[in-house]
């Protein structure tokens, strides 16, 4: 995330992962996009990302598959430029795709 690595106080830390996890909730697209700085490596849920143009598409199909979705941290941690938040995800999945029928299977 290029802000953290301007300051790596970390009371702001704690605000931009909260701030982060926030804008992931409300799915503000936008707003998530400019955390990161044109070359990010981001892995996120097993996926590794490269890049703006990535994140935004994962986040598009990511968005489309949850009706509501919360992110709880559990860890947060920064290493030079190396953010790292770890969190459990709860969200309710909209009623469409191969996620929902997955589920439904195993029940």
């Not at 143009?53 to 860890?75: G, S």
């Not at 309710?92 to 299977?105: M, P, S, V």
Request: glycine share 4%.
């Amino acid at each position: 995330m290029k802000k953290l690595i301007e300051n790596q106080d970390k009371n702001k830390i704690l605000k931009l992962a909260s701030d982060l996890d926030n804008d992931l909730e409300l799915k503000n697209e936008n707003k998530l996009i400019s955390y990161f700085t044109d070359d990010c490596k981001i892995e996120m849920l097993g996926i590794k990302l490269e890049g703006r143009n990535e994140l935004k598409k994962w986040l598009n199909w990511f968005f489309q598959m949850f009706e509501i979705i919360r992110f709880e941290p559990i860890v947060i941690m920064v290493e030079n430029n190396t953010f790292f938040e770890e969190f459990f995800i709860r969200g309710n999945f909209f009623k469409h795709g191969f996620f929902l029928e997955k589920l439904e299977g195993h029940s």
